[in-house]
């Protein structure tokens, strides 16, 4: 027991040790403002390099993954009856799709589902 404990205090500090030593030999210590800004074929930059992100298309690609994944939850519940008891069944799945109505009802009422406002 104690030669793990020590193996581990080693171990430890090496890896304390490499990440110390990678830290300070990784520093930049002249911060340019032309190293910094994009390059554009010797020109200073016209506009920003950087494209505006829509949020909108962030939410649905959220709302889209959330309701990916409850369908991958509910496609098993067409199995499951065969097995186990059909009323426990029926009032899982029956409060399962509910909230998740409940929830597209939410989203719906709050605008989140229109893409053009």
Known sequence: ????????IIIMMISFVVMMLTNFLSKKNIEDREKSSPFECGFDPISSSRLPFSLRFFLIAIIFLIFD?????????TIIPLSSNMLIWAITSTLFIF?????????WNQG??????
Do not use: C, K, R
């Open 1 to 8: 027991m104690q030669i793990l404990s020590f193996m581990s």
């Open 99 to 107: 909230i998740l109505t409940m929830g597209l009802y939410h989203e």
């Open 69 to 77: 994944v409850e369908i991958a939850l509910i496609l098993p519940m």
């Open 112 to 117: 989140s589902l229109e893409w053009a406002s």
